[in-house]
């Protein structure tokens, strides 16, 4: 079940609810603990938000998903909000390569309003966490798991200014 799916029926079920219970929560977000405020920061003449690998993990892992440890696969590429416009995300996805169910999920996003620049202020979290999840692992339950990357599919960025 997709994100907009799961919504709508968590939605009908509290409907249904509400005849049994006189206060159930009034919204999915509610329910699920959505945050209503976001660590959204500047950077590179642009905005960033930085979700983490290792949280990430961490939630596949609450659903199941054990492994010895755990192979990623990654894809950085930029998107145009419109053709007309140099407005662009720079999200960071990537997928467990072991999880059959290949669903990616969002490590960091950027935007700006013209090309980037220079991607390395952006990268910088992300390659910092990258490192240390590779020399240190994840920490699960008490047990050490290997962290690696299998791949990163990315595009080389297509910079407007001289670096």
């Known amino acids: 079940m997709r994100g907009a799916e799961m919504h709508a029926a968590l939605k009908d079920l ?4 509400k005849v049994y219970h006189p206060n159930p ?3 999915s977000r509610a329910v699920m603990k959505t945050p209503r405020m976001v660590g959204v920061v500047p950077c590179c ?3 960033s938000i930085y979700y983490g ?3 990430n993990i961490l939630q596949e892992a609450k659903s199941g998903l054990v492994l010895s440890e755990y192979l ?3 894809l950085i590429d930029g998107l145009p909000l419109h053709s007309s416009t140099t407005k662009t995300f720079w999200p960071i996805l990537a997928i467990l390569d072991q999880n059959s169910s290949k669903t990616p999920f969002v490590v960091a996003l950027f935007y700006r309003e013209r090309k980037l620049s220079n991607s390395n202020e952006y990268l ?3 390659v910092d966490e990258c490192k240390r999840l590779q020399e240190k692992g994840i920490v699960l339950n008490g047990n050490v798991y290997m962290f690696h990357i299998s791949c ?3 595009d080389a960025p297509e910079f ?3 670096i």
């Open 124 to 126: 910088k979290q992300f």
């Open 160 to 162: 407007t200014e001289e």
């Open 45 to 47: 003449d642009g905005w």
């Open 25 to 27: 929560p009034t919204g």
């Open 53 to 55: 690998l290792e949280e």
């Open 72 to 74: 990623l696969s990654l």
């Open 152 to 154: 990163i599919i990315a």
């Open 14 to 17: 509290l409907t249904i609810l």
